[in-house]
Nanobody, 120 residues
């Protein structure tokens, strides 16, 4: 029983910024990696960025240094700071994490998704 709750989505102008947040809750023992994915209409879901418990980060090529992912290991949260947004960034953004529960079970958790819309 693990849940991911996202917030921060909305409508922004091209070139603007937005910060997404996601909090994991439940019987959590550890979360080695947390990440963000996105899915635009008619397209497959794609990875945006990931961050490990030791702070290592990975970014998709389309980010071009515009996005920054971070996490709070104590609070089980992950944020995505999005700068210089483009209309093509418009998508539903999902947080994701493989979570080890207190009972030792691996649970792959997904957030419900938050809409990000970037206007020209």
């Amino acid at each position: 029983q693990v849940h991911m709750v996202e917030s921060g989505g909305g409508l922004v102008q091209a070139g603007g910024s937005l910060r997404l947040s996601c909090a994991a809750s439940g019987s959590i023992s550890s979360i080695a990696v947390m990440g963000w994915y996105r899915q635009a209409p008619g397209k497959q879901r794609e990875l945006v960025a990931t961050v490990s418990v030791d702070g290592n980060t990975n970014y998709a090529g389309f980010v071009k240094g515009r996005f920054t992912i971070s996490r709070d290991n104590a609070k089980y949260t992950v944020d995505l700071q999005m700068n210089s947004l483009k209309p093509e960034d418009t998508a539903v953004y999902y947080c994701n994490a493989p979570v080890y529960t207190r009972s030792g079970r691996l649970f792959v958790a997904w957030g419900q998704g938050t809409q990000v819309t970037v206007s020209p």
